[in-house]
């Protein structure tokens, strides 16, 4: 049992770039959500998902894309990097749909810096 | 608007010393409420919850939780703290959407 998995560890882009960063669970949760973490801010719901195919927005969605096609995977899109978007991103899911506030597992992260 | 407040930034205390870690909500009504631990470099552990009932719960690693409802606190405590126990410490709340909103964390070094 894998939990949640996160690639890559690391990442380096340039402005405007492009790239989605991979968040896989092996536990059948059908809630998942994404979450950057910087300094003195703690950690801000970017978008989640309550099963596949249903997605929202959280509270910092701008610059952001997400889908879900299967209840295992939750891709995170970015679609034009920004210096901005440096951060760490977290994965994370839980039993049920997130409304019956299950404890969330979180993946181990994946640091991104946009240069 | 829902929030949540760690009013310490950084935390020392010495191995064996108590702990407390401090955390305000602004909601109107009871929120589910956690405290999650971050180790340097891994992802975010659930120390313990409250949803409901006795509002002194138990959680792992020998910590636990109050929740006092006129203070719209829910502090961390621990009698002893171990060297392992150094790490930032995030308290959260669910304020009845799907949307958690964590608190912006307490950093804890502990001197031997």
Same mark, same amino acid.
């Given at each position: 049992?894998?939990?949640v998995?996160?690639?890559p560890k690391f990442q ?5 770039q492009s ?13 998942m959500?994404?979450y950057?973490q ?8 970017i978008h989640?998902? &309550? ?10 969605p701008?610059?952001?894309?997400v889908?879900?096609?299967t209840?295992?995977d939750?891709?995170?899109r ?5 210096p ?7 994965c994370?899911?839980?039993? +049920? ?9 979180f993946?181990? +992260?994946?640091?991104?810096? &946009?240069l | 608007?829902?929030?949540?407040t ?7 205390? #010495?191995?064996?010393?108590? /702990?407390e /870690?401090?955390c305000n909500y #602004?909601y109107g009504?009871?929120?589910y409420?956690?405290?999650? =631990?971050? #180790? ?7 120390l313990? *919850? ?6 002194? =719960?138990?959680?792992? *690693? ?7 409802? #006129?203070?719209?606190?829910?502090? /961390?405590?621990?009698?002893s703290?171990?060297w392992s126990d ?6 959260? =709340? ?5 949307k958690?909103?964590?608190g ?5 070094? =502990?001197l031997?």
């Open positions: 049992n894998a939990g998995t996160q690639t380096v882009l340039k402005t405007g790239m989605t960063l991979q968040c896989a669970q092996d536990m059948n949760h059908e809630y959500s994404w950057r910087d300094p003195g801010m703690g950690l801000r719901l989640y998902s &309550v099963g596949a195919g249903i997605t929202d927005q959280g509270e910092v701008n610059g952001y894309n889908s879900r096609s209840t295992e939750f891709p995170l970015l679609l034009s990097a920004a901005s978007q440096t951060s760490v991103y977290f994370a899911s839980s039993w +049920g749909d997130g409304g019956s506030y299950n404890e969330q597992f993946g181990p +992260g994946t640091r991104l810096t &946009v | 608007a829902q929030s949540v760690q009013p310490d930034i950084h935390i020392t205390v #010495s191995e064996g010393a108590s /702990l /870690l401090r #602004s009504a009871t929120p409420l956690f405290w999650y =631990v971050q #180790s340097p470099g891994q992802g975010l552990q659930l313990l *919850k409250y949803f409901s009932g006795d509002t002194l =719960v138990q959680g792992i *690693k020998g910590f636990e939780a109050e929740f006092k409802r #006129s203070q719209s606190s829910f502090n /961390l405590r621990k009698p703290v171990h150094a790490a930032e410490y995030f308290c959260a =709340v669910a304020p009845g959407t799907y958690y909103i964590f912006t964390g307490t950093r804890l070094k =502990v031997a």
